[in-house]
């Protein structure tokens, strides 16, 4: 039997870029939720060196709108990533849709100077570009990951609150210091140099790695070999019919799509809350806002790690462990949302609950989207990639409740019925994906491999 790889291993520097892409990814998506603050703030009000910056008449609708937007361009190319990194793999998806992410951003001040309009287009187009990198992960963990290490995976996926952890600080200190421009110009530079590193070191399979040692390929291509749930066939005639109708299927929309509405509205409108109901500046904004994806990330880890624990003990069936996550990331988030939208509260009481709901949420990704590899490991990314659709409307129908709720007065009263709007729509998605989900291999993920064999001892006709 193969012996485990050591360390640094092309393997784990696939888990470091991930993690780093999947922070990134969110970099460039939430830097307008801290910055746009400034942006917009009348610069009477300030003291700082911002003071000359321009800064625009935008109205709360506007604002709302340009944040929004995003999840358009999101829902068009996540559409079709799935299944492009399903037929052809992630990196070249992934690279150049960070790539191209990444010039966006340093334009984007200078757009803004031009019209609001155009802003706008910018980031639709920003959608487009990073919303490749989401469902083309999960197909290279397919073939990168052995099965009982994949909750581990998709946990990379969570970095995206350790992205808006650091985000959030870094823009607000940059904004103080240097002016709302500074957060594109020091964010998009970043996401360049990551893209360098990334076509230089990764890979869409162990077979296709030029560096890879044959020790680790054995390794990986033995213990995925070992789970017969992973059939290894290839993914070219998608049973479309079958997967759309397929409960266990609609089990990970639905939970995508409740989780999709909290998730979008929570990142793009925190700061907005924080600033508007508790009442602190940029830069205490920032750190504040960033407490919560903190605790998000590393309950991703924690919980990715107990539910591999769980599936390699065998105690407990694979849907088991993914109801006992999907119950902490969806009901005690909902019940904590419920006190926050009925108790005015002191501020420290609401940060630290603001911190529990988002930190429980981050246990969703050893729920749901691992289990797109769980039920259909030849069309993870084409499962995801359409349950990121889903998610993204609802996360756009989310932030337009929050626009239309506040439109006239972003106070505590307006907020209360955002967060039991929230709360519900999170449960009811929970609910549907444990009563309807499951474990198993769906009998359609091979259906190539089955026609073939049929094929084969079919008798001839003489």
């Not at 999170?426 to 994906?433: H, N, P, Q, V």
Request: hydrophobic fraction near 45%.
């Amino acid at each position: 039997m193969s012996s485990k790889p050591g360390f640094p291993s092309c393997t784990s520097i696939l888990y470091a870029m991930t993690m780093s892409g999947t922070a990134l990814n969110y970099m460039l998506r939430v830097n307008l939720s801290i910055a746009i603050v400034d942006m917009t703030k009348p610069s009477n009000t300030t003291v700082n060196a911002t003071d000359n910056v321009t800064r625009f008449d935008w109205t709360n609708l506007e604002k709302n709108e340009l944040l929004a937007i995003y999840l358009w361009g999101y829902v068009v190319s996540v559409s079709f990533g799935g299944r492009l990194a399903d037929k052809y793999g992630g990196r070249i998806l992934i690279g150049s849709g960070m790539l191209v992410s990444s010039v966006l951003t340093l334009f984007f001040p200078v757009v803004c100077k031009v019209h609001l309009y155009f802003a706008i287009a910018i980031r639709f187009l920003l959608g487009v570009t990073l919303g490749t990198y989401f469902p083309a992960i999960l197909p290279m963990g397919v073939k990168w990951i052995p099965p009982l290490d994949r909750s581990k995976f998709a946990s990379n996926l969570a970095a995206q609150g350790f992205g808006v952890a650091v985000t959030l600080p870094l823009c607000g200190y940059l904004i103080h210091y240097l002016g709302w421009e500074s957060v594109f110009y020091v964010t998009g530079s970043i996401c360049l140099l990551w893209c360098v590193i990334w076509f230089s070191t990764v890979y869409d399979s162990p077979g296709s790695h030029p560096r890879i040692s044959a020790e680790e390929k054995n390794y990986i291509e033995t213990k995925i070999k070992e789970d017969q749930k992973s059939s290894g066939e290839n993914p070219a005639n998608l049973p479309w019919k079958k997967l759309y109708t397929s409960l266990p299927v609609w089990a990970v929309f639905l939970a995508q799509m409740g989780n999709g509405f909290y998730h979008f509205t929570y990142t793009m409108q925190l700061p907005t809350y924080i600033n508007d109901v508790l009442h602190f500046n940029i830069s205490s904004n920032g750190v504040l806002s960033c407490l919560p994806f903190v605790g998000y990330y590393f309950s991703s880890l924690l919980g990715s790690y107990v539910a591999d624990e769980m599936l390699k003990s065998k105690k407990l069936a694979t849907f088991t462990v993914r109801r006992i996550m999907i119950t902490i990331s969806f009901f005690i988030p909902s019940i904590m949302m419920l006190v926050l939208a009925f108790y005015k509260m002191h501020y420290i009481a609401a940060v630290t609950l603001l911190i529990l709901i988002h930190l429980s949420k981050g246990i969703s990704i050893c729920g749901y989207v691992a289990n797109a590899m769980d039920i259909a490991p030849n069309y993870s990314g084409t499962i995801f990639g359409s349950a990121l659709v889903l998610g993204s409307l609802s996360g756009w129908v989310g932030n337009k409740v929050v626009g239309y709720l506040t439109k006239k007065h972003s106070d505590f009263e307006s907020w209360k019925t955002v967060f039991i709007i929230i709360s519900l729509v999170s449960a009811a998605g929970g609910l549907f994906f444990i009563i309807f989900g499951s474990g198993e291999v769906q009998e359609w993920n091979q259906v190539k491999k089955k026609v073939e064999e049929n094929k084969e001892t079919e008798p001839l006709n003489v």
